[in-house]
């Protein structure tokens, strides 16, 4: 049963950082690709960052390019979401995804993902 946890969402102030985890189980971490996505209240889910299976490559939403950083530990089964410079439009519930493939990839669209997590609320107050 594949399953993936996230944590490390909280309530911040303006131009705060925090750094999201997601912890996966039950599958081939390495084979997947990962992303990172948000859904506000209201809005529909969209993508943040994704990251290819081997870490080498990686693609940002133009709304969080040079504030966010998405890495990876295979090691540890792991994918980290960096976000620093936090804005009041960063509130919203983060999601992460996996897919699985055999290219050093990524996914920016939803549909492509095969797993989700429960997500993390991140609150940042102005």
């Known amino acids: 049963q594949v399953q993936l946890v996230e944590s490390g969402g909280g309530l911040v102030q303006a131009g705060d950082s925090l750094r999201l985890s997601c912890v996966a189980s039950g599958l081939t971490f390495s084979a997947n690709a990962m992303g990172w996505f948000r859904q506000a209240p209201g809005k529909e889910r969209e993508s943040v960052a994704s990251?290819?299976?081997?870490?080498?490559?990686?693609k940002y939403s133009d709304s969080v390019k040079g504030r966010v950083t998405i890495s990876r530990d295979n090691a540890k089964n792991t994918v980290y979401l960096q976000m620093n410079s936090l804005e009041f439009d960063d509130t919203a519930i983060y999601y992460c995804a996996a897919r699985p493939t055999s290219f050093d990839i990524t996914f920016s669209y939803a549909a492509h993902y095969n797993y989700w997590g429960q997500g993390t609320q991140v609150t940042v107050s102005s």
């Open positions: 990251i290819s299976r081997g870490g080498g490559v990686t």
